[in-house]
């Protein structure tokens, strides 16, 4: 599909302060997105802020080492390979804004990528893993979109064709926030409940990877079958 040029949303009145943990593919098109609609975007990665000159001179964004993006955010996306949430520093959210909504994007891959991580393999949903290790809930997000669609494919609320996403949290109030922050960027979400839930749209799942509208994303969900398949097990 085309790129769309044209703006989807208005740029918020009050931009928020939003920390992006990983410059990755999603990392980077999330900074890119976030930057062009006025918000306060700082990005860091596991090399330094010395490897972000081009993401920051491209973005306007602010290049930062992990801990600093986390500081005064009152959004923080996650999105690094799930192997290397162990690795993030302990109390990275102490200094974050308070209710701070951490999005997590993460996967477990255990075959190509992760490793066997046993707690997975038994049964724990991956956010709910990702959880315990940053010591803060999360709300599961974008962890099934391509990465290109969040450049090429926002549309205005209400189009036939906006592409819908799964959002599963435990925090209602941060899932608001971080719903309205997709909303804005361009496109619909569908509540997919609790973290407790959130295997619903892991690896392989009928909603993983879907581009459809709400509808779609609701019936995919609701067909989900907790069995992880062996492809993604280790």
């Not at 308070?98 to 991580?117: L, M």
């Amino acid at each position: 599909m085309a790129r769309r040029d044209a703006p989807v949303a208005t740029p918020p009145e009050d931009s928020m302060k939003i920390g992006i943990i990983g410059a990755g593919n999603i990392g980077g098109n999330l900074t890119r997105r976030l930057t062009a609609l006025g918000h306060d975007v700082s990005v860091a990665n596991s090399r330094g802020p010395h490897t972000l000159t081009e993401l920051a001179e491209e973005t306007g964004a602010t290049p930062v080492t992990v801990p600093e993006a986390a500081r005064g955010a009152e959004v923080v996306v996650v999105t690094i390979p799930l192997k290397a949430v162990p690795d993030l520093p302990s109390g990275l959210f102490d200094e974050a804004a308070e209710g701070v909504a951490v999005i997590d994007t993460g996967n477990y891959y255990p075959k190509e990528r992760d490793g066997r991580i046993a707690a997975i393999e038994e049964g724990l949903p991956e956010s709910r893993w990702t959880e315990q290790h940053l010591g803060h809930r999360v709300i599961k997000a974008f962890n099934g979109t391509f990465a290109q669609d969040i450049i090429d494919r926002p549309l205005p609320k209400g189009h036939p064709e906006r592409l819908a996403f799964p959002v599963a949290g435990d925090d209602e109030a941060a899932k608001k926030v971080v719903r309205d922050l997709m909303d804005e960027l361009g496109f619909d979400t569908v509540d997919a409940g609790g973290i407790d839930d959130s295997w619903r749209q892991q690896p392989d799942t009928p909603v993983y990877g879907i581009r459809a509208g709400v509808d779609a994303v609701v019936k995919a969900l609701a067909e989900a079958s907790p069995e992880r398949p062996e492809a993604f097990r280790a």
